[in-house]
């Protein structure tokens, strides 16, 4: 045959091209080449840390290497936001974000260390789950209303506790204080977990968390719930009310978590980490745990968990404003 100079041009090049692809194509199938950090910026013992490890166990059998979840809270979430916001971003890095580390501290805390919106990228959003506002069995209340009437005669007289500044439980709270009128004193702790024991010592009067945290507490009585924040009311608890059902309409408050990384991240790895949290999201082990526990599973684009955030972030920022919702 003879000398084609074109047709070697294009195997030259062709085999230039397949060389110079050959670092990507091993970068993005060495991911995750060690353990991936999945940190929760709150105390053990919530709603977050059942979620996030739920989900880090399945993700530990489908890629291969230890997921594991590290626990660290203070200052509203911040520490942890800003620790992860400065890791590598190789995607060994993960952080559970939700409502208030990304749509309400940016509107209630000032001069934060980083932009939620700039320093991060968003994977997906792993879970919602129904607000459950409980009370104390000795306060002088059995049901919603009565709470609340009580809570308006006596302004000042019960506290609420929380797992910390902008955790869910401190925004469903304040928000309720807002649409009915009562005056309750914020209490946060670090974390759900010492919240719960003052609540359950009657050191604290009332509180809001979700059905992870809450649900065999309730069931033993030591707790009752008064309110659900959700639209409908939920399986797990058919007797309870909705805030909405009480009078309040468009009375609407649920926890959510999602997953975030570092800014910078390779896209191709945001989206195996997506694909592989969906997967896990619809194992088995997962979605009998969070059907116990009334969540409602994500695994959606990273795309779409940034709308979703966009649209809390209007949404909040608002309340925050109108609640005047400080940290304590």
């Known amino acids: 045959m003879p000398f084609d100079p074109t047709l070697s041009r294009r ?6 091209a397949a060389t110079l692809a050959l670092p990507a194509v091993r970068a993005q199938s060495a991911w995750p080449s060690k353990a991936v950090r999945f940190v929760v910026p709150f105390a053990p013992g919530g709603t977050s840390e059942i979620v996030a490890r ?3 166990a399945e993700l530990t059998k489908q890629l291969g290497q230890s997921v594991y979840v590290e626990n660290k809270p203070g200052g509203a979430g911040m520490t942890a936001m800003q620790e992860v916001a400065k890791a590598p971003p190789d995607g060994h890095t993960l952080i559970l974000t939700h409502v208030g580390t990304l749509a309400v501290n940016p509107y209630m805390l000032k001069n934060q260390p980083y932009d939620v919106n700039r320093d991060f990228a968003p994977v997906t959003l792993l879970a919602k789950v129904p607000n459950v506002f409980v009370i104390h069995p000795d306060v002088p209340a059995r049901n919603f209303r009565e709470f609340v009437d009580y809570a308006r005669k006596n302004p000042g007289l019960l506290n609420y506790g929380s797992a910390g500044n902008a955790s869910a439980g401190h925004l469903a709270m304040e928000y309720l204080k807002l649409v009915t009128g009562m005056f309750l004193t914020h209490i946060p702790y670090r974390g759900t977990g010492p919240q719960l024991t003052d609540l359950l010592s009657g050191r604290t009067q009332a509180s809001s968390a979700g059905m992870p945290a809450l649900g065999a ?5 030591k707790l009752r ?5 959700t639209p409908q009311r939920i399986p797990a608890l058919p007797d309870v009310p909705t805030v909405q059902e009480m009078g309040y309409k468009d009375f609407e408050t649920s926890q959510w978590y999602g997953i975030h990384v570092p800014a910078g991240t390779p896209t191709d790895i945001i989206r195996r980490l ?4 969906h997967k896990a999201l619809r194992s088995s082990a997962v979605t009998e745990r969070f059907a116990t526990d009334n ?5 959606g684009p990273a795309a779409e968990y940034a709308a979703f955030i966009a649209r809390e972030q209007r949404i909040w920022k608002d309340i925050v404003a109108r609640a005047g919702i400080k940290p304590d």
Not at 217 to 221: C, D, K, N, Y
Not at 274 to 277: H, M
């Open 295 to 299: 969540a409602v599973g994500g695994g």
């Open 11 to 16: 195997r030259l090049l062709a085999g230039v």
């Open 217 to 221: 507490h309730i069931r033993s009585g």
């Open 225 to 229: 719930a008064i309110a659900v924040g």
């Open 274 to 277: 997506q694909e592989e949290s």
């Open 54 to 56: 739920s989900v880090a």
